[in-house]
């Protein structure tokens, strides 16, 4: 079967989609649709092989007990949380590297983490980046970073979100989103194949928290209940969706998100492990990379 020999060749061998489709006499974005199929099919298996310290039984035991596809439970330092984040960029870089497609679309959040995942990762297979939200004040440069970073290796169109996480007001809001690139940036996300995101921990641990709190607009969402962020989605500690800012939030939404074949949600430390629940509990995550106190903590919630 075409679609299986395709697949073979590209993650076993190492060949181009290129020269497969050379080959095959077809166009390579066709090769790359091939290859996505074989993987949707279960033609093919990719398996991640990891150096980083990782609890394997911990890790099948979280994603078991949220019906995850996969989940990575890094064991280091609890009261470091500056390792516990970088373990959690260099696990979520190796499994970038090997499960990104040739020809995908990949969405970035915002944060130190995902900076760091994007630094670390040296060779990945031909994909657009897109860039998941607006940024928070604090953080323009960093996002833009990271997204030139990956798109820089995986030689495909960046898509940049020349815009604020959070506008003022909606007539604020629908004036950005009118912008000939943000709507394109938008509109891209419609298409994405995967988003890596963090989860942001409220109040303490989160860029749009702090944004917000700039703004004096913070602890009547924490009254609602809001505990976390993943993407522009706000949650309870319930996992349910919180709707306190609506046509205020540039980004993807939860809709967007729900259609997203992979969704990768990153997220350690003291500060994160009430949100990384409430990601969990929404069933907005596929794929979860944290720290051995974290999966502990999620696993006593159930």
């Known amino acids: 079967m075409q679609y299986a020999y395709a697949a073979v060749q590209n993650l076993q061998h190492g060949r181009s989609t290129i020269e497969i489709a050379e080959e095959l006499?077809?166009?390579?974005?066709?090769?790359?649709?091939?290859?996505?199929?074989?993987?949707?099919?279960?033609?093919?298996?990719?398996?991640?092989?990891?150096?980083?310290?990782?609890?394997?039984?911990?890790?099948?035991?979280?994603?078991r007990a949220y019906g995850l596809e996969s989940a990575f439970v890094a064991l280091t330092p609890s009261n470091d949380e500056t390792r516990t984040r970088t373990t959690i960029a260099s696990i979520c870089a190796r499994f970038l590297s090997e499960t990104i497609g040739e020809d995908a679309i990949v969405g970035l959040g915002p944060g130190r983490t995902i900076l760091d995942t994007c630094g670390r990762i040296r060779e990945v297979a031909?994909?657009?980046?897109?860039?998941?939200?607006?940024?928070?004040?604090?953080?323009?440069?960093?996002?833009?970073?990271?997204?030139?970073?990956?798109?820089?290796?995986?030689?495909?169109?960046?898509?940049?979100?020349?815009?604020?996480?959070?506008?003022?007001?909606?007539?604020?809001?629908?004036?950005?989103?009118?912008?000939?690139?943000v709507q394109q940036a938008l509109a891209r996300i419609d298409h994405i194949d995967m988003a890596a995101l963090t989860v942001g921990g409220w109040p303490g641990?989160?860029?749009?928290?702090?944004?917000?709190?700039?703004?004096?607009?913070?602890?009547?969402?924490?009254?609602?209940?809001?505990?976390?962020?993943?993407?522009?989605?706000?949650?309870?500690?319930?996992?349910n969706e919180v709707d306190g800012l609506h046509r205020r939030l540039i980004g993807i939404t939860t809709a967007q998100l729900k259609r997203t074949p992979t969704r990768i949600a990153l997220g350690g430390g003291a500060g994160k492990q009430r949100a990384v629940v409430a990601a969990l509990r929404s069933g907005l995550v596929t794929t979860l990379i944290t720290d051995e106190g974290t999966a502990r903590a999620a696993l006593d919630a159930l």
């Open 205 to 239: 641990s989160s860029l749009l928290a702090s944004q917000l709190d700039e703004l004096d607009e913070l602890v009547p969402l924490l009254r609602r209940g809001v505990v976390a962020e993943l993407g522009t989605t706000l949650l309870d500690i319930d996992g």
């Open 126 to 181: 031909t994909c657009d980046v897109v860039q998941l939200t607006g940024f928070a004040s604090v953080d323009a440069g960093t996002h833009l970073e990271a997204i030139s970073q990956l798109s820089g290796v995986a030689k495909g169109r960046m898509f940049a979100l020349p815009a604020s996480f959070v506008t003022r007001s909606a007539r604020s809001w629908e004036a950005v989103t009118r912008e000939p690139a």
């Open 25 to 63: 006499g077809i166009s390579r974005f066709l090769v790359g649709r091939m290859i996505r199929r074989a993987r949707e099919d279960g033609l093919v298996e990719v398996r991640t092989r990891l150096p980083e310290p990782i609890a394997p039984e911990l890790s099948k035991a979280l994603s």
